[in-house]
C-alpha cells in the first residue's frame, strides 16, 4: 500500500499556489453577474474603469498571487529539509505570543521603532483589509451588500487614515534610516530597503491619488468629505482630465500592488508574514533555560554527527526563523561580545545560517537579505560562514534571544554549532581542554580533589549534615552547593553565609559532600555533551538513590541544570535559588533582619543571566537586598537587558584575548551608579565582577547577597 501522503507546508503553499489564478478569475466572473446599482450614499466598484482594464486586473492579480504563494512554497522546501522539532499545544499561549508581535508590543521596547512599524504595518493592512471588505460587497447579491450609507462614510474615513498612517510610516522609515542611519540599520542597510520602502510609500500616496481623481470624476459628492484626504485633494483634477488621471492612478495603484506581490517573497518584506508566524511557534517543549534535548549518548550506538554542521543538522524551526528576521540589529546591540569587541555579530549568526540555507535549497530562493557580491558559498557547510572564533565568543548570555522582537532564536544554533566542534572536531579553545580533563577525572572544573568539597563547612559553629552518612537518610532540602562554594576562596564565603542563614531559619538541610560533582554546565555549553551526560547522570544517580526531591542552591548555573536540563535525563527536582528560598524566609519571619548596623548603603545589583533571562528570577534577589536594609540603585542596563559579566557558556574558562573585557566593562556600568556595593547572586559574576572592579582600581564592596543578608541578621 502506497504511504499516506503527509500534509507538508510546502504541499499546502503550492495548492493555494495552484489555486489562486482560477479562484481570481472565479470571482471576476462572480463580479459581472447582474443585480449591481449605485447606491445613493457609495461609490461604484470599478467605476470609470473600461472592462479590458478590468479583466487585466483579475488575470494579473490571479497569477502574480499565484507566482507569490510559489515563491513562498519554494522557501518552504528549503525549512523542511530540517530536522523535527514540536511546535504544536500551547494554542493560547501562541496566540498570546502573536498577538503580541501583532500589536508591536515587543518592537515598542523600542519606541521610535515601534511607533514607525506601528504605521506602516497597521497602515498597510487596513488598506488590505478595505479592498478586500470593497471586494466582498462587490460580490454580494443586491441585497446583502453593505458599503453604502453611514458605514461608507466611516469606512472612507478609516481608510483614508491607514493611508495616512502608511505614508508618514514610510517616511519617518526613510528618515531613520538614511537620515538618522542609526549603526544598527546603516550597518545592513541594502538596495532592498530602498525598493521595499518605495513599493510600501507607493502603495500609500497612489491609493489617495486614486480616490482623489475618483470622487472628481463622481462630481465631488457631499458625503465624500469624509475621505479626508481624497476629498480635498479632488479639487486638483478638472472635470475634463478627472476620467483620464482616474485611470491612469488606478493602474499605478494596481502595479504597485503587483510588484509589493514580487517584493513580499523576494526580499526580508517577507518578515511581514513569517515574523508573527515565528512568534505564533516561539514557545517550546522544554523550559527556557533547557538546551536542546540529544538522545543518552551513554547508550546510543547508531549516532554518526551530533551538533550542527550542515543545514539539514538543524531543525525546520532553526531554518524557518532566519526567514522571520528583520535585520533590526537589536541582538547585535545588546550583545557583550559584540560590545566589547569579540568577533560575534548574533544577526550576522542569523544571516549566515539563512545564507547557507538559501544558497543551498533544493529551489531558487533569496537569502534572507541581498548577500554581498564577494560572498560564494560553495558547498552545505555552515562553517563556509560562521567561524570557530565567533562561536567561542558568545557567554550564551540569552540577551539576544530575549531582545529579538520577533523570537528569533539564535543561542541554540551556536550551541548546536559548539557541540559539533567540540564533539565531532575537537576543535575548542585549548584552556577549555584543561577544565574538560578535570571535570573527567576530578568532577569540578578547578581539578581539585572531592574530598575536599565540604572544607568549607569547617569553619561553622554546628555540623552541616551530609546526605547518605550514617544517620542521614533524608533532610528537606538538599544544599546543591557547586564547585565554585566549595572551591573557590570568595565563593566558600557565600556558602558559609548561606548554611548559617539556612540553619538560623531553622531550615532542615544537608549535603552531598564528596558525593557532589559539578552539574556538567560548563561541558554542556561549551558542545561537549558527552561530557555533561557523563557527570548529569551520575548526579542523577545520586540523587534519586537518595530520595531528593527540594534542592536549593547559590549557583544560577547548577540552579538552571539541576531544574530545566536534567529532566531530560530522568532527574526531577524542585529547585530553589537560594534568593527565592532566603526571600521566603525573611517573609515568614524565620530570619530576623534587625541584627542591621542601621546604616542603608546603597547597592546595585547585577543579574545573573541564568537566573534572570534564563530562569526569569528578577524579583528575589532585590527583595532579599532591600530586607538587609540597603536601598537598591539599578544599573542602566538590568532586568531582562541585563549585560553579562562575561562567564557564562565556560567563558569563565577560557581566556580573552580580543577586544575589552566583558568583566571591565560591566564592572564600569556598577560603578557609574555611584553605589556603595554591587551584589551579585552567582559564583561566577562573583568572581568576575570582583575582578573587574578591582581591575579598575576601584574600591567598591562586591559580595553575593546572602553575604550581605547576613549582616543584617548575625551580629559578629
Ligand atoms: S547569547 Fe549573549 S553572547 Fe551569545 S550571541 Fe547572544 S547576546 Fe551575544
Ligand atoms: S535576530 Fe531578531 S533582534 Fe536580531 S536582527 Fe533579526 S529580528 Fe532583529
Known amino acids: 500500500m502506497e504511504p499516506r501522503r503527509r500534509l507538508t507546508s510546502t504541499r499546502i503553499l503550492r495548492f493555494l499556489a495552484f489555486a489562486a489564478f482560477p479562484a481570481t478569475l472565479l470571482l471576476w466572473w462572480m463580479g459581472t453577474l447582474p443585480g449591481h446599482h449605485l447606491p445613493e450614499i457609495g461609490r461604484e466598484i470599478f467605476g470609470n474603469i473600461p472592462g479590458a482594464l478590468q479583466a487585466a486586473f483579475y488575470v494579473g492579480m490571479g497569477a502574480f498571487l499565484s507566482l507569490t504563494l510559489y515563491l513562498f512554497a519554494e522557501r518552504s522546501r528549503s525549512w523542511e529539509r530540517g530536522g523535527p522539532e514540536s511546535r504544536t499545544g500551547r494554542w493560547g499561549e501562541r496566540l498570546k505570543n502573536m498577538s503580541a508581535g501583532l500589536e508591536m508590543r515587543t518592537l515598542l521596547r523600542d519606541r521610535a521603532a515601534g511607533l514607525m512599524h506601528a504605521l506602516i504595518y497597521y497602515g498597510f493592512v487596513l488598506l488590505f483589509l478595505g479592498t478586500v471588505i470593497l471586494e466582498i460587497d462587490h460580490l454580494l447579491p443586491e441585497g446583502l451588500k453593505f458599503l453604502s450609507g453611514n458605514f461608507y462614510k466611516i469606512y472612507s474615513a478609516v481608510l483614508d487614515g491607514a493611508a495616512l498612517a502608511l505614508i508618514v510610516g514610510v517616511v519617518w522609515a526613510v ?30 500616496v497612489t491609493g489617495v491619488f486614486t480616490e482623489a481623481a475618483r470622487i472628481a470624476v463622481d462630481g465631488r459628492p457631499d458625503f465624500e468629505v469624509w475621505s479626508f484626504l481624497g476629498y480635498p485633494l479632488s479639487s486638483l483634477f478638472s472635470e475634463t482630465a478627472a476620467a483620464g488621471w482616474h485611470q491612469f492612478f488606478w493602474i499605478a495603484h494596481v502595479v504597485t500592488f503587483v510588484w509589493f506581490l514580487v517584493v513580499l517573497p523576494t526580499t526580508k518584506l517577507r518578515h511581514m508574514l513569517t515574523s508573527p508566524a515565528n512568534m505564533f511557534m516561539a514557545p517550546k517543549d522544554r523550559p527556557k533555560g533547557a538546551m536542546k534535548e540529544l538522545p543518552n549518548l551513554m547508550e546510543a550506538t547508531d549516532i554518526e554527527s551530533i551538533g550542527a554542521s550542515v543545514i539539514t543538522d538543524l531543525t525546520w524551526k532553526q531554518i524557518f526563523d532566519t526567514d522571520a528576521c528583520t535585520v533590526c540589529g537589536r541582538c547585535t546591540s545588546v550583545c557583550p561580545a559584540n560590545t566589547t569587541g569579540k568577533p560575534l555579530d548574533p544577526r550576522e549568526m542569523v544571516m549566515k545560517v539563512g545564507e547557507v540555507a538559501a544558497s543551498t535549497a533544493p529551489g ?43 523570537n528569533i532564536e539564535i543561542l541554540d544554533k551556536i550551541l548546536d554549532m559548539r557541540r559539533y566542534k567540540a564533539l565531532m572536531e575537537a576543535d575548542f579553545p585549548s584552556e577549555l581542554g584543561k577544565a574538560f580533563v578535570a571535570l573527567e577525572n576530578q568532577g569540578n572544573p578547578w581539578g581539585l580533589s572531592q574530598q575536599n568539597r565540604m572544607d568549607w563547612a569547617k569553619a561553622l559553629d554546628f555540623e552541616v549534615k551530609v546526605l547518605g552518612e550514617e544517620g542521614v537518610d533524608s533532610a528537606d532540602y538538599l544544599y546543591w552547593v557547586g564547585c565554585a562554594g566549595s572551591f573557590d576562596d570568595r565563593n566558600v564565603e557565600v556558602t558559609k553565609a548561606t548554611a548559617r542563614l539556612l540553619h538560623e531559619a531553622g531550615i532542615d538541610f544537608a549535603v552531598l559532600g564528596p558525593k557532589e560533582s559539578c552539574t556538567g554546565d560548563p561541558a554542556r555549553r561549551s558542545g561537549n555533551e558527552y561530557l555533561y551526560q557523563q557527570l548529569a547522570l551520575s548526579n542523577i544517580e545520586t540523587l534519586n538513590d537518595l530520595g531528593v526531591e527540594k534542592v536549593i542552591t547559590q549557583c544560577p548555573h547548577c540552579f538552571n541544570s539541576l531544574a530545566n536540563d536534567y529532566p531530560q535525563l530522568g532527574g526531577d527536582y524542585e529547585v530553589v535559588h537560594h534568593s527565592q528560598l532566603l526571600m521566603e524566609l525573611v517573609a515568614n519571619d524565620s530570619l530576623d533582619t534587625t541584627a542591621a548596623t542601621g546604616k542603608s548603603p546603597e547597592i546595585t545589583f547585577h543579574d545573573p543571566c541564568y537566573l534572570g533571562r534564563h530562569n526569569d528570577v528578577y524579583v528575589a534577589p532585590r527583595e532579599v537586598i532591600s530586607a538587609s536594609g540597603a536601598s537598591l540603585t539599578e544599573m542602566e542596563r538590568n532586568g531582562t537587558n541585563a549585560m553579562c559579566c562575561g562567564a557564562g557558556g565556560a567563558r569563565f574558562w577560557m581566556e580573552e584575548q580580543t ?42 564592596k562586591v559580595r553575593d547577597i546572602s553575604m550581605i543578608l547576613a549582616d543584617s541578621v548575625f551580629e559578629d
Open 175 to 204: 528618515v531613520r534610516r538614511y537620515g538618522q542611519a542609526p549603526w544598527r540599520l546603516r550597518s545592513k542597510t541594502k538596495a532592498e530597503d530602498a525598493w521595499i520602502l518605495t513599493v510600501l510609500g507607493l502603495i500609500g
Open 364 to 406: 531558487r530562493i533569496s537569502s534572507p537579505v541581498s548577500m554581498d557580491a564577494e560572498i560564494n558559498i560553495g558547498a552545505d557547510s555552515l562553517f563556509e560562514r560562521v567561524t570557530s572564533e565567533e562561536l567561542w565568543s558568545c557567554t550564551t548570555c540569552g540577551a539576544c534571544d530575549e531582545i529579538c522582537p520577533v
Open 659 to 700: 577586544g575589552k573585557k566583558v568583566n571591565v566593562e560591566r564592572a564600569e556600568q556598577a560603578i557609574a551608579t555611584g553605589a556603595d556595593e554591587v551584589a551579585v547572586g552567582c559564583p561566577y559574576c562573583y568572581v568576575m565582577i570582583d575582578d573587574g572592579v578591582k581591575e579598575l582600581g576601584v574600591e567598591m
